[in-house]
Structure formats: structure tokens, C-alpha cells
């Protein structure tokens, strides 16, 4: 098997495993690919949801019989329980599968172990294949799950050149650009919770859907998730039945993110209140910052009481990536836990 074929086939996975994100929670989405014994794809597959298959076994179906003496190339390490489904590292050895590529090694201890099932049947396994592809990917939500026991939470806002998020007299329809509000949707539409606060709601009835280019709703959504103690009335877009909604009265976000454990994947979309309590609370895994080539001069900041009193305690972020998209810039950023 050459490395281009194997470089393929990562990204079919990578590609498989990215669609059906959002929709496997509390499994993760995994992708994979079979590749029959001359190197041609035979199979791609990807999780299901909750009670479906596994990917191998959806790519072992798609292949048949060309799976036998062939390759697998998958985004986790293939799961070694039996659970709702059977393990996946035993339908690969099954099915004849010689050599399996993966690229994480599964962190839950009672499904990993995988790789050393596959080894004990004569399969030859090369861990690590594409890693930091995956765990800046597809499984970055879940893996954190893994690690930490909590969501994966991402802070988005749409801002001015200084920083505002809506003019003095409240407008703020729209600051960013066409371009940058369809790649929201595109990622609504991936996710698995938005979070906003009560004042939201009040202040602009977010619909707070995913929606296609052509308007109409995604086939997936996530679950809106509204947060405060203040009451929201019964005609707010966001308790409609476009998708489902969780209204938890409570500013604690130890509960909030506690009653979002099966959801990993978490956008915080919220007000400059909302915003600031995450960042306070150390509950910011990820900024996405979209920043328009405009100039507000005075209108509501982005954040607001972060627990930043002096320069020492400011809040520290290192660059993972910058795009354009349209007119915009966006800026991706994680925590800088060094500093």
C-alpha cells in the first residue's frame, strides 16, 4: 500500500467524520475508510446515531468481500466493548482485514484497547496516522469530553474593528458580511447546544436555528439552550418547534455545562454578560472572533466583566488560524494555559 493511498483515504475519513458531526452525541464521529487489497476504496463509513453503527462496520458493509486481505484507515482507534453494537476491532479481524491505520488512540477505558485486539489476531496496526488532523477536527469536542469531563465550549461573537458588537443605539444587523453568516449556519449545523442568555432572547429573539443557503433548515439542529432568570415570553422564536430548547433558570454555569454532559460540542452565541461569565470561569476552550472592516466608535463591547482587573490578570490567547472569509476576518483562537 502506497502513501498517497493511505493519505486518501485519511481524508475520506476525515471528510466522513466531519459530516455526521453533531449528530452521534454522545458517540463520537468517527470516520473510516476499507480499502480493498490493490489499495482502491471499497468502503467509506461514519458513526450513526446513538444505537446505529459504528463507522468500521459501516465501511466493513460497504466493502463486502473486498474487505478481506484489504486495509482500514479510521479516525479513532477502533472500540474494543460491546455496548449497543459490537466491537469494531473484532469485526475488522472478522472481516480479514490485514492492516489498520488510525489516527487517536480511544480514551475511554472501557472502549479502548482496540489496537491490542487487532494486534493479539495478527493485524498489523500503525497508530497516530493523522492525529493532529483529528484532534484539531472532527474529534476536538469529544476528546476534550474525554479528557476533561466537560463540553467542548466555543466562544463566537461578530465584532467592529473596535470591538463592538452593536451600535449605541443597539443595532447590530448586520456587522459581519454574508460569507461569515453562512459559515455560522454551516457550523450551527454541526454543533450540538448553542447557549445564549435570557437578555438575548429579550433583546433581539435569536431564532438561533441552522439554516441552508437557501434558507430553509438544516436537516440537523442543535439543541438552544437559554440561560437566566428571567422569564422569556411563551412567543420568543426560540421556543418554537424549529428545533429543540432547553431554558435552565440558573446563572451557574457549573450547572449549565453539567446538564449539557451528553453534548459535547457547545457554542456559546450569547450576549457580552453571558460571554464574560465563560471567559471568568475559565469555560472558554476556543474564540471564534469575526472581525468587520468597520468602525462603530462607541456601542456594546463584545465582553464585559471577564475578571480582569489589572494588565496581570488579562486573559491570554494564541493564535491557531486566520482566514478571510468575504470582507471579514476570522480569528480562531485557544486559551494560552502557559501564561
Not at 103 to 121: E, I, K
Not at 130 to 147: F, I, K, S, Y
Request: with cysteine; hydrophobic share 40%; net charge negative.
Amino acid at each position: 500500500m502506497t502513501a498517497p493511498e493511505i493519505a486518501e483515504a485519511l481524508q475520506f475519513a476525515l471528510d466522513a467524520s466531519e459530516a455526521v458531526r453533531g449528530t452521534t452525541s454522545p458517540n463520537p464521529p468517527v470516520g473510516a475508510v476499507i480499502l480493498d487489497a490493490d489499495g482502491a476504496v471499497a468502503g467509506i463509513g461514519a458513526t450513526a446515531p446513538p444505537g446505529g453503527p459504528h463507522a468500521e462496520v459501516r465501511a466493513l458493509v460497504a466493502a463486502g468481500e473486498r474487505a478481506r486481505g484489504g486495509t482500514a484507515v479510521v479516525t479513532l482507534e477502533p472500540c474494543n466493548h460491546t455496548g449497543r453494537t459490537g466491537p469494531c476491532a473484532q469485526a475488522l479481524v472478522d472481516a480479514g482485514i490485514a492492516t489498520v491505520y488510525y489516527s487517536v488512540a480511544d480514551p475511554n477505558p472501557v472502549a479502548g484497547g482496540g489496537a491490542d485486539t487487532l494486534r493479539a489476531a495478527g493485524v498489523t496496526v500503525h497508530p497516530g496516522l493523522g492525529a493532529e488532523a483529528v484532534t484539531r477536527g472532527p474529534l476536538r469536542a469529544w476528546l476534550h469530553r474525554q479528557r476533561t469531563g466537560r463540553p467542548h465550549v466555543t466562544w463566537k461573537y461578530a465584532a467592529s474593528m473596535d470591538g463592538r458588537s452593536a451600535a449605541a443605539d443597539g443595532t447590530s444587523k448586520w456587522i459581519s458580511g454574508p460569507e461569515s453568516r453562512a459559515r455560522v449556519h454551516d457550523q450551527r449545523s454541526r454543533l450540538d447546544a448553542i447557549i445564549v442568555g435570557t437578555g438575548t432572547v429579550l433583546a433581539d429573539d435569536p431564532w438561533l436555528t441552522a439554516r441552508l443557503p437557501d434558507g430553509e433548515l438544516a436537516p440537523h439542529q442543535p439543541l438552544r439552550v437559554v440561560v437566566g432568570m428571567r422569564e422569556i415570553p411563551t412567543s420568543a422564536r426560540v421556543l418554537d418547534d424549529s428545533a429543540p430548547t432547553l431554558v435552565l433558570r440558573t446563572h451557574d454555569l457549573g450547572a449549565v455545562l453539567a446538564a449539557l454532559d451528553d453534548r459535547p460540542d457547545v457554542l456559546v452565541e450569547g450576549g457580552p454578560r453571558l460571554a464574560g461569565a465563560f471567559l471568568a470561569a475559565g469555560c472558554v476552550d476556543r474564540v471564534q472572533a469575526y472581525l468587520a472592516p468597520v468602525v462603530l466608535g462607541a456601542g456594546e463591547a463584545a465582553v464585559e466583566d471577564a475578571g480582569v482587573g489589572t494588565i496581570a490578570d488579562a486573559l491570554r490567547f494564541r493564535r491557531e488560524r486566520v482566514e478571510t472569509v468575504g470582507s471579514d476576518i476570522l480569528l480562531t483562537l485557544v486559551p494560552d494555559r502557559d501564561n
